[in-house]
């Protein structure tokens, strides 16, 4: 695994060890389907993609922004903890329930750290609401508003170094590529599976039809014609060959593996995403007094998968201490 993960390191474009490329490979095939190692040349087809995979998880995470110091003073002055956290008690209480910074301060690792760096990852809310506001020298109420509200925060791959957990993270979209392409290829089986099941009952059916006499007949009212039959049955025989047919299945699994990597920008990228809000959160216009555009980075995948992820440095001194937020959830619960 250590031998893996120094692929994302310092070294430069198309500049990595043979022997990590290799590990890459193996690894590649073990989060997808561990037959292919079972077709001859699978790692000459997927020397190139996964280069190009390793290439753009490096850049993706170098283009993470600097971790932003996540204390309570930080908090008040940087609009982009006060966007993502209601307040500096909410913003420390969420990361000393943290599981993953959690255990990692409990192993040998974390114990005694004086900083951690994680990338913490949330999900933004809009919601429609109707609110009091200052309507020209008047207070309404009523008023539609859109509010922002960030929920399910997380933090991933807390370390004591920013540059191991840039390696994680970009082990981990590595990784990530590797599901997207599991999740194709378990695609493929559901629509191999229903398209041979359609298959099959269409030629149950022609068969039938045929046996009754009905290849040389017009079609009754009502009944079905055998030449619809035998162009459905060929449009979906058609469709199992473009998936593979049993025996080219790992073939085809290759090759969804070799495409998806390949593709990687396509699969998963990062995009700015942009907020003009008020101190509450509320959506302003951009002339407003009260407006602040708060400018964020949002990970997409090709599935549809949206989330802002903000690398945080974290004092564990800082957090309130395990007795501290029993009691503060005990007095909420009142």
């Given amino acids: 695994m250590k031998l893996f993960q120094s692929i ?29 190692r079972l077709l001859p040349g699978y790692r000459k087809r997927l020397r190139a993609p996964v280069i190009a995979a390793i290439d753009h998880v490096i850049a993706l995470v170098d283009a993470i922004q600097a971790p932003l110091p996540a204390s309570a003073r930080q908090h008040g002055t940087e609009p982009r903890l006060s966007t993502v956290f209601s307040s500096a008690g909410d913003m420390l209480e969420i990361l000393a329930r943290d599981p993953a910074l959690s255990r990692f301060l409990a192993g040998p690792e974390g114990t005694g750290a004086e900083q951690v760096t994680a990338l913490l990852m949330t999900e933004h809310v809009e919601r429609n609401i109707l609110g009091l506001d200052l309507v020209g020298d008047q207070v309404r109420r009523d008023v539609p508003q859109v ?62 039809l045929e046996r009754g006499g009905w290849s040389f007949e017009p079609a009754e009212d009502g009944a079905q014609d055998p030449a619809a039959l035998a162009a459905e049955l060929d449009a979906i025989t058609a469709q ?91 007095r909420y619960l009142q």
């Fill in 8 to 36: 994302f390191g310092s070294e430069t474009h198309h500049s990595y060890p043979e022997s990590l490329i290799e590990m890459a490979i193996e690894r590649t095939v073990d989060g997808t389907d561990s037959r292919l």
């Fill in 147 to 208: 509010t922002v509200n960030f929920t399910a925060h997380r933090l991933l791959d807390p370390t004591t170094s920013e540059s191991e957990s840039r390696r994680l993270w970009k082990r981990r979209a590595f990784d990530h590529l590797l599901t997207l392409a599991l999740s194709r290829i378990a695609e493929t089986k559901v629509e191999r599976a229903e398209l041979t099941r359609q298959r099959d009952l269409l030629r149950r059916k022609l068969k039938a």
């Fill in 240 to 330: 199992l060959e473009s998936l593979g047919a049993n025996q080219d299945v790992l073939q085809a699994h290759l090759g969804i593996v070799s495409e998806r990597l390949a593709d990687a920008p396509a699969q998963l990228w990062a995009e700015p995403i942009a907020f003009v809000l008020d101190p509450m959160n509320i959506q302003r216009a951009p002339d407003d007094p009260s407006a602040r555009r708060i400018e964020l980075q949002e990970l997409r995948n090709v599935q549809g998968r949206r989330v802002v992820a903000l690398p945080l440095t974290i004092v564990p001194a800082d957090l309130p201490e395990r007795e501290d937020l029993v009691s503060a959830a005990s």
